[in-house]
């Protein structure tokens, strides 16, 4: 998915076109005047090739303008038509930033034993217990394709953890201890969706 703007958002190349016309140049002016190779100039006129940071140099002495100017055509370009980011890139950095596993080991609150993978996994499912519960419609639709044993453990999960979470919290324990126990919690209810899977049986 790119942002809405990357379609208005146009190629160095659309404005170096621009400035050649302006002078009047061909692609082989441009080209003599860079000292590369007429493709490599066709190919930034017809959008298929970025600007490097040299190239960007090179047409501002060429054109006589700032010296950044093209380079920040080109990153405009680059931006508009990135990808925008996974959502739970901003959620996991955000609870690393409030819930640092390590630290929490370093404490004590959690220990080492088991697949450390595992364990951050758990923890960063659990952050998520602090919100209402709910049943959004892209839950729903995952939970079509569940067993109905296993979506009925999950709900019974979702309700459980967030009263665990805020029972903890009204206690006076502290988010990261309640965290934690939210992710021991979890584990069991993920081990008792598991024993729900058919085990495989080998022809």
């Known amino acids: 998915m ?78 508009a038509h990135a990808r925008t980011p996974d959502p739970s890139v901003a959620l996991r950095g955000s609870m690393q930033s409030q819930y640092p596993v390590r630290e929490m080991i370093k404490r004590g609150w959690i220990t080492k034993v088991g697949n450390a993978h595992v364990r951050r996994v758990l923890v960063e499912a659990a952050w998520s217990a602090r919100h209402p519960t709910g049943v959004s419609r892209e839950l729903a639709a995952r939970r079509t394709h569940g067993t109905p044993a296993g979506v009925a453990i999950a709900h019974k999960a979702q309700m459980r953890l967030h009263r665990t979470y ?35 049986v080998s022809a």
């Not at 206690?171 to 209810?189: C, I, M, N, T, Y």
């Open 166 to 200: 805020w029972r903890l919290l009204q206690r006076g324990k502290a988010p990261q201890v309640a965290v934690v126990a939210v992710a021991r919690e979890l584990a069991g209810f993920v081990w008792a969706i598991l024993q729900q899977v058919p085990k495989e």
């Open 2 to 79: 790119t942002p809405t703007n990357a379609t208005w958002t146009k190629h160095p190349g659309f404005y170096i076109k621009e400035e050649m016309e302006a002078r009047e140049w061909l692609q082989r002016d441009l080209a003599f005047i860079l000292g590369v190779p007429e493709q490599a100039v066709n190919m930034i006129l017809a959008g298929k090739r970025g600007i490097s940071a040299d190239m960007a140099l090179a047409l501002a002495d060429a054109f006589d303008t700032d010296r950044d100017f093209f380079a920040n055509l080109q990153k405009a370009y680059d931006l």
